[in-house]
DNA sequence: TCCTAAGCGAGACGGTACGTCTTGTCTTCCA
DNA sequence: TGGAAGACAAGACGTACCGTCTCGCTTAGGA
């Protein structure tokens, strides 16, 4: 039988864990916070920690796919497939934008890295659907439908690094046309001819 | 006056250090690796490594360095630099095929992250005079070229990525034509119009 | 408010600690003693031993601390204190005997050089008021009291190191004969006349 | 065939060494004086140093040897052996204060230590035959003299350290006067009756 | 006068111990 | 009974010295 009150009391330390390590992601890189630091910030036991989390990477990815479960919900707003935009991605460089300092955070360190390794099957998967359906049936596609969907998501990546790395010179709007540019020929080529 | 033996002998020492890192990164992560390992492989004194490398990832940066030298060697074979293709990345995947466990190693823990860091300003600054000789005239480029320089290195680190991750499933020439198909049509789009 | 169990569980880790020091003076010198082989000897971990302890010299005093006490206890027995005996040594005297390598590593090494500095306020205050309970009242010493208190724990210091590191060749009791025979002249002699 | 000159040069170099420790035990305890210190100090190569020392212990030992034998000359100036004095200390008082930083150093750490442990058998032995010699023939001292002997030196070094510790609040007469006053007693007790 | 051997400085090196730091486990207490 | 508090073992870290060593430079004394 389970315990609501416990359950949700759970839940709040949770919250408490994951808003300290979102906090910290803000003032250091993520390699430098410590379990410590977390638990400092969070008010909570060492063990109440590692009771919810094995480690600081757990947590780190438990966000991780919460956040991308936010960002997919962006992207699967129909209105936003458009014919010349695969990823809406201005709508991510825009929420990016407004969370800079904890993406700062997570492009430097070990963050970026978990990032790439849980996204990459999350994104392949979406964008090799999102792939297979812009394909016209029976046709083969110059390149191997995953290797596009990592490619395209590896730009944005790339995009989205040198943005915050290079404090951000262009706007989203501006930083979404150039991804696509580059991205597009790329992928209309591909699927237009085996 | 230097000390010609001395200098000898000092480089001796760094060579040793370096291959021991390079062979324990055949072994195990990055991450994983601890300066006790490498100074046991090494054969060489505690204090030794610290006299030449201010810690693990200084030494890992020396070698990334030295690395992405040789790698820019290949690179700068005038004979590479036809039409269809900006960065002669076969030889690159080829080089990488050969020494997959280092590089397997590398791309995992730190050490890609690393690698970024160091080879961002590196290729760019490669890449972005390479573009700018290839941009005729008095064009404006329709993508500022540090963008499209880091949008090119990274789909190369991208595209290497996911092929050491998913256990190598083409040729590096394979490998090579579908990186040049993904890419040139952006670049030739960029150029062409500002 | 306190906690009880834990302070227990920190006074057995000490006494750990200490007990593991103390079996390694039996063996070896004082100062070739390392962390490491206390740490080990105890079964403690590293951080546990800086927990408690700033270094081995803190772990020393704290010993020398405990173990004057125990000392003192035996000299302050009302029994002891006859006319002709100041310090009741015989029974100090013993007691070293009974744990003779515990001392002889003691007066080798740096343990001596933190036995005397430690204790020499104690030893000066507790003998300073002895003897002054023992001056006639409005009398002058010969030789002000802190001058004769510390000569006299110097004394005791010196015959205990002589046998020590003469493999004690006479009794407790003949020694005690003996550092009393030299002591007292000067004692009585600086008491009876101003 | 010995090498004049090249004899020449390592005393001089021997020297270097010598007042380079000289210097620094004026400024930091014994203990805490390292190796690269005193070369440092002395303009020595480190192999330098070690082709004359065995290790600073053995430095320290040289320079004590040949402090004792300075002192030594004092105490054996026939003048001085009057009936009340056994050890003309007044002098060495005079001498100690007139280099106190000296001395201070040697006192603390672990210079005492060895002054101790290397003066024992020096003064004991002469002490000994000293003593043997005011003891009338045929007579048995009531305490065997090798302890008497070294009752003698601990007290003195003992008042030195208290001296020195204390900020030397007496004059060295006066530290002379106390000593004799506290010695002498016990030395006639102990040669008059067996 | 040249040459050879020793003394020497410089400092790289392997090694050992240090005191600090972080991790993940475990125990105790409290609400 | 679940979570806070925090002691603990384990072990990596970067620093500080040590004593050994190799290397060239300088210099003296014999050829």
Redesign the pocket.
Known sequence: MT?LK?DR??QR?QRFIHEALMALMQEKRYDD????DIIDRA??????F??HY???EDLMTSGLLRLMQILSEMVTKPSAMGETSLLPTQELFEHVQEHQNLFRGMVRGRGLELFFEKGQEYWNQKLTADLQALLPKGQVPAVPLPVLAQFIAGAFVTMLRWWLDNKMPYSPQEMDEMLQRLIMPAVRECLREG
């Not at 008010?43 to 109440?48: A, N, W």
């Open positions: 315990n416990t009391r759970s330390t916070i410590t379990v410590q008010d909570v036991g060492r063990s109440t590692y009771a094995q480690d600081k």
